[in-house]
T-cell receptor, first 110, second 117 residues
Framework: GENVEQHPSTLSVQEGDSAVIKCTYS??????FPWYKQELGKRPQLIID?????GEKKDQRIAVTLNKTAKHFSLHITETQPEDSAVYFC?????????FGTGTSLTVIP | DTGVSQNPRHKITKRGQNVTFRCDPI?????LYWYRQTLGQGPEFLTY????????KSRLLSDRFSAERPKGSFSTLEIQRTEQGDSAMYLC???????????????FGEGSWLTVV
């Protein structure tokens, strides 16, 4: 089955700086890669996603890049704000179940 | 659209008891997923349904776990003879498999926290 690895597990940045979280996957059949943000005690919420026919997608301060050859994808958050502090999960999907990374706890220091 | 709804939100039970969680997906979503999440970990896949058919079950799903989606709408997840290791948050998610633009996207409920004492 698919194996998704996520790094780093924790990340602290100063407010206004950028944050980058990286994930790798193993199954070349995976074709959809969403990113979720989860605040303490809350549900994971989709923040951005990318499909395998696209190399990059941007939504305001958030962007995701995908390298199919290397089987890795990354989340980029620019101009970080304290409200960006949360746990972020990447996932890979082949069209059936989703496989999640172990999460990155992001802390934005005011 | 009221989102994915789960209940109960919290359940404390004694070891050996049975518990049941209910999930109401987003209206007309044909796929429904169950995941388990423990502190510091990502969601772990348990099982998923396409309408009323249970299409896949994880090896994590021991025979003490059973899930149903009898009419292709709401789903229940039952854990029999609970063990302390079952303590976790049980997340339900749903998706509309046949919408081309967002068919893969899954939307999570708030989760049901289980504590086995």
């Amino acid at each position: 089955g698919e194996n998704v690895e996520q790094h780093p597990s924790t990340l602290s940045v100063q407010e206004g700086d950028s944050a980058v979280i990286k994930c790798t996957y193993s199954d070349s059949a995976s074709n959809y890669f969403p990113w979720y943000k989860q605040e303490l005690g809350k549900r994971p919420q989709l923040i951005i996603d990318i499909r395998s026919n696209v190399g990059e997608k941007k939504d305001q301060r958030i962007a995701v890049t995908l390298n199919k050859t290397a089987k890795h994808f990354s989340l980029h958050i620019t101009e970080t704000q304290p409200e960006d502090s949360a746990v972020y999960f990447c996932a890979a999907n082949t069209g059936n179940q989703f496989y999640f990374g172990t999460g990155t706890s992001l802390t934005v220091i005011p | 659209d009221t989102g994915v709804s789960q209940n109960p939100r919290h359940k404390i039970t004694k070891r050996g008891q049975n518990v049941t969680f209910r999930c109401d997906p987003i209206s007309e979503h044909n796929r429904l997923y169950w995941y388990r999440q423990t502190l510091g970990q990502g969601p772990e896949f348990l099982t998923y349904f396409q309408n009323e058919a249970q299409l896949e079950k994880s090896r994590l799903l021991s025979d003490r776990f059973s899930a149903e989606r009898p009419k292709g709408s709401f789903s229940t997840l039952e854990i029999q003879r609970t063990e302390q290791g079952d303590s976790a948050m049980y997340l339900c998610a749903s998706s509309d498999r046949f919408r081309a633009s967002s068919g893969n996207t899954i939307y999570f409920g708030e989760g049901s926290w289980l504590t086995v004492v």
